[in-house]
């Protein structure tokens, strides 16, 4: 739960407390999506108080667990008078998918259609559901009700197509149809979540999710397994309340029932299955999303439509559909059930429709809080209140062509014409005294490659023109918005409402007004420039900051199964285990029934993967394995069953490992060749000599040099040997001193001969746990590369990065680091004078820092439990 001070981008409503798997990973799918555009996003909780559908959520259900787990920042559950206090925390809500916006669904209210929503913040709706087709379920109350709801919406879009035709024709609103939000995340960031079950499957089987089980869909499931030719068959029991059911219904040897309710199961159980048969419309999605073989039982109680609509889609039509009065009869000649299944025209649509919705979820979260999602009038211009029709517009050139469209204008700038002089303007409304406070008021679609437009009055006796105001195009061109600005009426005849065409560059510039209005307001009412903010205090900085930080972390810990790094990482955390299981002094033959197979799952999806099995990391763990089978063979223990589970081509790798590369090794041997560098230097004459050196000669750096220094570094320890630490360096003079300029604290010194940038890989981290070790992993490593640079005969001087945002993103762009990344320390590096003077830096006395802790253990010391350390 995040602290109510809090800011946020976006609030997201929506059932994601449901206690099922579809609507968490829904949710999960647009929280990450939204983080990953930019934006920090607030989970909003379900508000009490409308009806007895709405309840008080249990803290402890998989659903609010999960959502401590994925680093959701919610809120408390509230009174729904309580919600409008939310509009000082977020500038953006939107509500989300499932059957939001279904009036036969008991839990739906005023809430899911924003009423609380200050006109100042945005209202954006992502694939939301009226449900089924059908239209006779919209009372006349609840559409006179949501209709004026949905039209102060800034943006909406629904999942169904038909739902668009729903929009326009009972709610009166523009609707796009955008892809499911799980559809909005690559299948990597699945497989990191299955990566983090708490149960192992492997082998072929039948997986079998069915939200609402009965007995004809068990014997279609049964049938299916025979026709299929699986001997086993996986249940996985709907979270919501469904395991005692399923384990009755499914009570027969040939089930197994999949453990422990969990989203990370769930999809570790669908990814690991040979073919996949569900009730279930996200149970159906993410059978594609693993690229599965599968088949849907269209779930009547749910909503046939919805599976319809998601089939035709991804282009299967119906040939994926069984029926629950299937039998092996018809199942036998069903030529659609294979173990394999083409998804290459598939997988294209998904990457389309993930594309295209991307770019729809990020226009709509930045456009203009006065775009309205309302429709146009029949005439073509926009629902607004006090919106007219401009009066006709003449141009004084041919730069201009106007047009009539609707029961507006539309103005094009001709090719080459979006130059200055070139004008056109109509006549305004009859307007206020000079010296009036005035509201400029223009509904209109602008197409324009300029930041900003400027608007102008004229007068039409002398051409004179004034500038009233200006205002930003912020990339919302070709959509209906309204803009007003605020002036004071000029003297000087000043009749006309004016444009110019040099502020409508690109192609087709120009402009569709469908609405004018000029009206006197109080000057109390004139929009002031917003009050120069007051500077943050030190708390308010340091809260930013780790917030900042935080977000870094869980985006990486999101995306981790993306990338190459967490790869490496996932195999060296396994074989790091298990090479400590070999060097145990009371070896327990048999050991690794969890890191074994993770590891061959691993080494099996890094070549399935088209991976490099020369990999250092991959070579590693082949050579584990090669240990871990010789050592079994040499005491007589049976560790075929493990054997058994990495595929033909890894084993073929384990065989032909070098034994060097890892295992276990004597403590007093040397792990890898030590390089001849200093021989005489000893390690004391290091340590004390080390200095941070801030002058140094002209003399080049060869990379040789700096090689062995980060060859020294690496035997820092790592976590689990995963080794996150990196180190970037640079050469070129204009570019290290404007990196130094930027982090500010070399001032006063010529510009080092080589700037070294120590980082760590938050892609190396697996869990959430580790939320700090990437500092303590890249301390330990930058100071092995500080003592590693005095040992090659350089000097260093280690320049800190605690530094705000702003900077760090300058660096980030000027130094290409990734995002992935944190940063440890710059390190200024060279050759240097032994005589120059550096200053003493005197260390305390070691009293100062060593505390002894030998007083005997009381009753009174806490008792733990291993439960309490994941809370």
Known sequence: MTAPEQTYDVGILGWWYGKNYGSILTYYGLNRAIETLGFRALMVHEALGYNGYRVLWPDDILSMEFARRAGYHYTSQVHFSELPALNARARTFIVGSDQLWNPVIGRVNDDLFLDFVSPENRRVAYATSFGNRGTAKFKPDFVAKHSANLQQFNAISVREGYAVDTARDIFGVVATQVVDPVFLLPTSAYDALADMASVELSGDYLAVFFLDPNPEKRDVAVALAERLGLARIVVIPNPDGGRPLAEELFADPRFEILDEDAPENFLHAYRAASYVVTDSF???????????????????????????????????????????????????????????????????????????????????????????????????APQRPGSKPPAPFTAGNAAWQVSARGAGQDLKVAPDGAVRGNQVW???????????????????????????????????????????????????????????????????????????????????????????????????EMKKAPAKPKPPTHAELARKLALDDHDRFVKAHAEAGRSLTSARARIMFHAHAIEKGLSRLDFRGGFGKISVPALAREMGAWLQAGRDPQDAYFRTAAAVMQAYFERHRQIDVDVSAFRALFAAPVLAQIEAAGTAEGGVLAAAADREPVPEVNADNRFLDVVYGRRSIRDFTPDPVSDEDLRRAV?????????????????????????????????????????????????????????????????????????????????????????????????????????????????????????YDPAILTPRSRRVGVEQVMRHHDQPATDAVPAFRQDEAVK
Request: proline share 6%; net charge neutral; charged share 15%.
């Open 426 to 524: 109509c006549d305004l409304p009859p307007q206020p005294a000079p010296g009036s406070a005035c509201r400029l008021t223009l509904d209109w679609t602008v197409r324009s490659t300029a930041p900003a437009l400027n608007l102008h009055l004229r007068n039409p006796q002398t051409g004179a023109f004034h500038v009233i105001g200006k205002v930003a195009v912020e990339g919302r061109v070709n959509v209906v918005r309204r803009d007003t600005v605020d002036f004071i009426m000029p003297p000087g005849g000043f009749s006309q409402f004016m444009l110019g065409a040099v502020h409508f560059s690109g192609p087709g510039g120009g402009a569709w007004i469908t609405g004018l209005a000029l009206d006197e307001i109080s000057p109390a």
């Open 711 to 831: 060859q020294l570094a690496m035997q820092a320890p790592s976590v689990c040997n995963r080794q996150a630490g990196r180190v970037h360096v640079f050469s070129d003079p204009l570019r290290i001193q404007a990196a130094i300029d930027i982090q500010g604290g070399f001032g006063g010194y010529n510009t080092p001969p080589r700037l070294l940038l120590v980082t760590a890989d938050l892609n190396a981290f697996l869990f959430a746990s580790e939320r700090n070790q990437a500092f303590v992993d890249g301390g330990l490593f930058m100071m092995g590369l500080l003592l590693g640079l005095q040992h090659v005969g350089l000097g260093g001087c280690p320049l800190n990065t605690a530094m705000n945002t702003q900077r760090e993103a300058a660096l980030r762009e000027l130094l290409d680091i990734p995002e992935s990344e944190v940063f440890i320390s710059f390190v200024a590096a060279g050759h």
């Open 282 to 380: 996200h149970g159906t999605a993410f059978a594609t999303i693993f690229g599965k073989p599968f088949s849907s039982i269209y779930n009547t109680h749910r909503g046939v439509d919805r599976f319809k609509n998601l089939l035709n889609w991804l282009g299967f039509g119906e040939s994926r559909r069984l029926l629950e009065t299937d039998t092996a009869e018809t199942l036998a000649a069903n030529p659609n059930l294979s173990l394999t299944l083409d998804y290459t025209k598939t997988n294209a649509r998904i990457a389309e429709g993930r594309t295209r919705s991307l770019a729809w979820l990020q226009a709509a979260l930045t456009t203009e809080r006065g775009t309205t999602a309302a429709l146009p009038a029949t005439d073509g």
